[in-house]
């Protein structure tokens, strides 16, 4: 099954290459041309990730991608695409998982997106065997009965 990825940039030219650049590497990719549209796209559909420009609509629309992103009820790995690299960790405060500055040569976006959908699926991974072993650890301890107080 094809990965599915969310690429979200104002400059036309930037969202063709990369979309074509995904598409060649076996990727599944729809585009939004702004933030506004970004965030529909995620309330209607599931992505394994979102690629966002940052300063789009506004200086900081990534943002509000990236925060829609991880409201989604199957929250995808996020990395903020921007040619103005931030300094600090609002980025990460927001709940980006990466940032990938702009221009990038194939190889290295590539590589680090697929060093970052690996992480997130692992993380993911964990999370729901977690949960999973939770849910059934209480019926495997009292051989599945309930008590009814």
Request: proline share 3%.
């Amino acid at each position: 099954m094809k990965r599915r990825i969310l690429l979200v940039d104002d400059e036309l030219a930037i969202l063709l290459t990369l979309k074509a650049i995904l598409e060649m590497n076996g990727f599944e990719v729809e585009t939004a041309a702004s933030a506004k549209e970004a965030i529909g796209k995620l309330k209607a559909n599931t992505y394994n990730m979102v690629i966002t420009d940052m300063r789009m609509e506004t200086d900081t629309a990534g943002y509000d991608v990236v925060r829609a992103a991880k409201k989604a009820d199957t929250p995808p790995a996020v990395a903020l695409l921007t040619a103005y690299p931030l300094l600090g960790s609002d980025w990460k405060d927001e709940g980006a998982n990466s940032m990938l500055v702009k221009p990038m040569n194939t190889s290295d976006l590539l590589r680090q997106i697929e060093a970052l959908l690996v992480s997130h699926e692992d993380k993911n991974g964990r999370q729901k065997n977690v949960a999973s072993a939770a849910a059934s650890a209480p019926k495997a301890r009292n051989g599945g009965a309930r008590k009814h107080a």
